[in-house]
């Protein structure tokens, strides 16, 4: 296989984009990488798009094709892929489009994501976002993704020692970072009162404990190793891909306080990377609530179970930390399109080992890894990147 | 890249399926080709399922997390991928299957195909298949696919010699291929006369133009050819797989007659295979209507523009003739489960240049092809399979 580079990135701002079309998002994102990549559409030789839900939210499928038209690739005829794994689209997206180049089927590539949540009410959209569950054994018995985290978060709390504080505190240093990021939803800083007074949605979990509804798009583009410096001064190799599987229904796990699958895609990673834990330098988790980040960080194996709560109140996990989690602000404060999250991560990484990641900058990254969880944990993408 | 080969294929039978769900078609298909092949489910490396709308079908998304369970894969944490692309969804599944093996980053892998289409009423299941279309420039103003495809039919019957009873007579075979597949949903013989005189859908389509609404799913498993024959006796080479899109509106098209992304797919994959039209013994187009196979003969090269018609009527692509085309039945009489299309098309080629095609036996077939169309054209994917 063909070592595989990240040549250029975009990412629109992520939020309640009522004035921009699911079609028009990606387009935005997609330029600014275009333009990043200092490449033009003809030198794309396909695309692969994470979408989760198009076909709820705005009445949509056949999103490749779509993309590729109002990318303007249509007369190219241009290769364009859908690839759907709920929240874990975007991860999988840049993952197939990592196996594409690395085969040498394709040399240019683009892996993007696009979620448009905001056309339907509320209710839809929560209902939408339950089909990333076991709709027979879970949605059909009314549980939500609220529900299903807090299931977790309680079997957490019952079994290790997490306080409501140390939560919280997950919010709190996310919505810090967002708070430096001009494309987060939410860009202003919150205290632990904050979290722990705002209304409770699911037993132990508050509104502030929850990602939100988001719109938003970005992309990334790949080139083989060996070419990235025709496009950029500043290619970020991609070191390893792996994903893993699980039960859809969190009542099937081994242990539901643990993602297996985020074990398995994290060691898969750190073997093909041949890296250990202390070589990485940040990490994009998949925090949809704030209990996904404290199991996030113990399941890739940055310390042991339970010990991820203390860790994030003494500030390891801080922009000024030794392991920096979610400098981008996280789900919690970037905001969550579904499909656009995993390639969030990746930009987010990008532009912090180019140094270019303005005020929550960390100085002198050199590798970074991204998590993307798809529904409570039955997908799981792991992507750890460096600097070439 | 490495050389790919299939060396397992199963297919449900199709029809109206209301007597087994949407997961548990999958893993009666998955369960048949890794019988096929020898394996055990320990030995699978990846699996990409393709399907359409399974979001708008039966509520449920994170296809591929949903069949890696239910396949009993969980607990090995396979990767599972869910590949889109509206009636492509399955020639990309298989696509993408192809692409991991022969990255070298997988071994055995899983490309299957999935649609439940019957658990919802004719409306809703009508109103999902628009999705595959442009919903802002199509589905809004109330275009449906009998009607683009009508559109399809009524330019080039105004341009092109085609009759009335040649149309049919693609419907016609397509039954007669049909009563000899036992997975056919229809396994009985039509005559000019039924398709003539059945309902008018939408003019000058007929019922018996049309493909029907279907349950079923299909599954092949591919490994390195180097592998190939650890596993069986028979196995088959994949020669060739191109991939390519174009507008996703009809309107938008160069030639509303040909289907650009077939032309376009169709050159890609002969230069990659090194073959000439004259080389392909058989092929499985797109005949989701009867104008459509057509379309397709002609636009993969098989014949000028405005001879399909012709041909068809001369039984050059009959079973005993020169170039048969859709010795399954296709989309016609096998029935057309969108998310499965794609791979029980690459079934069909498996089975016959095995020799395990039984009434349909085409004799001493060699080379074949698959043509799988998505939406109107948008995204079109071209395999060519050989004995290995």
């Known amino acids: 296989m063909r070592d595989v580079a990240v040549i250029g990135v975009g990412c629109t701002t992520f939020g309640e984009k009522w004035g921009t079309s699911f079609r028009n998002l990606f ?22 798009v994470g979408n989760m839900s198009a076909g ?21 005829h ?15 997206a840049f993952r197939q489009a990592v196996i594409a180049v690395a085969s040498g089927m394709e040399d240019i590539v683009v892996a993007g994501g696009v979620e448009k949540m905001t056309d339907v009410d509320t209710p839809t959209s929560v209902d939408a976002l339950a089909a990333a569950a076991d709709r027979e054994w879970e949605g059909f018995v009314g549980a939500t993704f ?58 132990p979990l508050r ?8 719109d938003g798009a970005a992309a990334v583009i790949l080139a083989p190793l060996e070419r990235a410096h ?23 796990r081994r242990d539901i306080s643990t993602m297996d699958a985020t074990v398995a895609a994290g060691d898969r990673a750190f073997k093909m990377a041949k890296l250990e834990r202390k070589d990485i330098d940040l ?26 709560g203390k860790l994030t109140e003494e500030g390891v996990t801080a922009l000024n930390g030794k392991l920096p989690v979610n400098t981008s602000g996280g789900l919690k404060a970037c905001g969550h399109p579904v499909g656009a999250t995993g390639i969030k991560q990746v930009w987010e990484i990008v532009k912090q080992l180019r140094g270019e990641a303005g005020k929550r900058q960390i100085d002198g990254a050199e590798i970074g890894m991204t998590q993307n969880v798809g529904g409570t944990g039955a997908s799981v993408a792991v992507h750890i990147l460096g600097r070439a």
């Open 27 to 48: 387009v935005e994102a997609g330029g600014m990488a275009i333009e990043d990549a200092n490449i033009s559409g003809e030198t794309i030789d396909a695309l692969y």
């Open 230 to 252: 025709e496009f950029t001064d500043t290619p970020i190799k991609v070191l390893a891909t792996a994903q893993a599987s699980d039960t859809i229904a969190l009542h099937d």
């Open 283 to 308: 990490v994009e988790v998949h925090d949809c609530f704030t209990i996904a980040e404290i199991c996030a960080i113990e399941d890739l194996g940055f310390c042991k179970k339970g010990e991820a």
């Open 56 to 76: 709820r939210f705005i009445d949509q499928e056949h999103i490749g094709a779509l993309i590729a038209d109002y990318s303007g690739l249509a007369s190219e």
């Open 207 to 214: 509104l502030f404990d929850c990602s939100p509804i988001t």
């Open 78 to 92: 241009t290769p364009s892929t859908r690839v759907e794994s709920a929240c874990c689209s975007g991860g999988l």
């Open 146 to 203: 609220p529900g299903l985290y807090a299931m977790i978060a309680t079997d957490y709390m019952n079994r290790y020692p997490l306080t409501r504080e140390q939560l919280a505190q997950v919010a709190v240093k996310n919505h810090y970072n967002g708070a430096r990021n001009p494309i987060a939803q939410f860009q202003h800083e919150i205290s632990i009162d904050t979290v722990i007074n705002s209304s409770l949605v699911a037993d």
